[in-house]
Structures are given as C-alpha cells and as structure tokens.
DNA sequence: ACCTGAACACCGTTCAAGT
DNA sequence: ACCTGAACACCGTTCAAGT
C-alpha cells in the first residue's frame, strides 16, 4: 500500500512477526511476506541469507526487545520483571514463541537477559559457582512455563496466574532469603 | 524392502518417528513417508486423516510408550523414574519432542502419566487440593528441561544430569517430606 | 475397503538478467 | 548494490478411478 523506497531487514522481520501473530507460524512464507512487503520473494534472500534465516531473525528480534529491569531495583523485583516480560512476550506471539525454545540462545540479545538475571542471583547471594546453574534452571522453568501457556497447556489465564504466582513462592523459598519470589 | 500385505497406522507412525529421528522434522513429509513404506502418498490419508494427524499420531504415540512406574516403589522413586523416562525420551527424538510442548495433551497416554504422579503426589503428603498445581509446575518443569536438552541449550549432557539432579533436591526440599528429590 | 494416477495450487531456492 | 522473471524440484491434498 504504501511506496517504501528501500527494503531493510527490519521491515521484513516487522512484516514476518505480523504476519505470525495474525495467520500463525504455517502462513509464513518466504512468498507471504514478499507479498505482504509489496516485493518478489528473491528480494529477500539479500536480506535474511534464506528461510531459516528469517526464522532465527525472529527469535532474536524476539530476545532483542526484551527488557531489562532497572539494575537499581531490588533483585527480587528484577527477577520478577524478567518473568512477567518472557510471560507477555510469549502471549503476545504465541506461535514464535515455540522457536525460542527449540533454537540455542547464542544472541547478544539472549547475553543482555542472562547477565541481568545473573547479578540478580549474586545480588541475592547465590555463590557465584552456582550463578549460570541457577540462572539455567530458572530460565528453564520460565520457559517451559511460558511456551506451555502459549500452547494451550493451562485452563485459562487465571489458573496460569496463579500457578507461577506458586511456583514464585517456591523459588523463593530456595533462594537464599527464604522468603517470598523470585 | 519386504512386502507388506497391509497398511497400518502403526506402521505409518513407525516409519514416520524413524524418518524424523534419521533425518529431522523438516523431512517428515507425506511423501517421504510413503516412499519408505513402499505406498504412494494417497494411501496414508485414508489411515492418519492428513498432515497435522500424522504429527498428533506421533506425539500420542511417544506419550503411550512412556513407561508408568511400579505403584508399590516409593513415591520419590517414581516421580524419578518418570523425570528420567521423559528425558530419555527426548533425548531419542528430539526433533519430535519439539511438537510434545506445543501441543495440548489430552490424549489417554497423557492421562496414564499425570495419574501415576498424582498418585506419587498424595503418597508423598502433597494436600489433596495442591495436587494438580503441584502436578502441572513439576510437568511443565521437566517438559521444559527435556526440551532444552534436546534443543541442544546445555552446554553437554553431563552439564544437564547435573543440572537436573540440582532441580531435583529442590524440589526434593519443597515436598511435604522435605528430604532429598522427587 | 483400500490403494493408485493424474492433477492443482502452493512451496523454497537458483540463476541470469535488468537497473 | 539491489531487485526481478523465469524456472526447478518439491510440497499437501483432491478427485475420479481401479480392484
């Protein structure tokens, strides 16, 4: 519809993410998005290397928006940011989400999360040599949490609420303060 | 190779899950199927509906193969066997166990699994109205740890029986019992 | 009932060509 | 450098037809 001048990567990632959320992760075509972009299918091997390439453009772009809680925070507040952000994140685009589980998380995007999450375990006295481990699990679970919400795993929202509002207050539990969430 | 007289879903499923441990998802298709059965591609629809029924097959398929533990073992016991029977799992079809996350499981194999562990939940003193909050958040914890193990985000498999057996102390410490792992 | 042949609309990707 | 046209080998799926 609109005359763009020229074809950059984001916009064809912008026109992939939408073309997801609207028709689902089957409707993404190297084609539909070409169509969706006003522009031949090859136009977009320049941009992305190819189909595989797109996808991990979107899971990146994925990691990359995520945001990362004011360092200033107490660290039980940012580790629960974190939790909220890949939760929303994970509603919003339900069916990208299931790449993110499924690819290695080698992107800078993925580093900015990590170091985050990892001076929130310091900053709540987790030993340093249990850093990357602790972040590993957490992160797993938040995943699995997050992906099983987007597949359809749980009741309905509520009962998904309430049930990482539960699992909050079990890691909390562990983590070094004994009290309430991380 | 052999000449088969007739055409099963069994045998369908079977070819199916070996073409995608042999050679990734992404050559499960209904020709290729077909082609190791010696059948042309029409024949398959007739016994797995189309596409998306062969892939629910396979996912109901892997579910009704996980083993149930013996009821009379100690509840700790079982809900080890069946963490290690899923990761085992995943760790023999990983490209399929991508799908097992994605999708609702409310097919009878799915069931067989979530009763023995909420049996092992009550046996362990889990209250009985905690005990499919208990149930999902443990499933979805596994789940999401298979799966990342599949998906290759541990560094190697040493780094995740670690890992896992780390998980397992805690939640070990957060049942009724307060000892070691489920 | 079960399988096949032929056909349809759709993929990702290449290659040479245009500007 | 960036985009296009034409073409290739491949998809899932349908339909009428065979046995």
């Known amino acids: 519809m609109a005359a763009r001048r020229k074809l950059t990567r984001a916009d064809i990632l912008d026109a992939t993410l939408d073309l997801a959320d609207e028709s689902g992760l089957a409707a993404v075509t190297m084609r539909a998005v070409a169509e969706r972009l006003g522009v031949t299918p090859m136009a977009l091997y320049r941009h992305v290397g190819d189909k595989q390439g797109l996808l991990d453009g979107l899971v990146e772009r994925l990691l990359a928006d995520q945001p990362v809680p004011d360092p200033e925070l107490p660290w039980r507040d940012r580790l629960r940011q974190h939790g909220a952000a890949i939760r929303a994140t994970a509603r919003r685009h339900p069916d990208v989400f299931g790449l993110l589980l499924a690819r290695r998380a080698a992107t800078p995007g993925a580093r900015r999360t990590r170091d ?67």
Do not use: K
């Not at 340093?128 to 949490?145: K, M, Q």
């Open 116 to 182: 985050s999450v990892y001076q929130a375990l310091r900053d709540g006295g987790v030993p340093e040599a249990d850093v990357p481990r602790v972040e590993r699990l957490l992160s797993t679970f938040v995943l699995g949490f997050a992906a099983s919400e987007a597949g359809g795993r749980f009741p309905d929202g509520a009962v998904a609420d309430a049930d990482f509002a539960y699992a909050e207050q079990w890691f909390g539990q562990l983590l070094p303060g004994g009290g309430p969430p991380p």
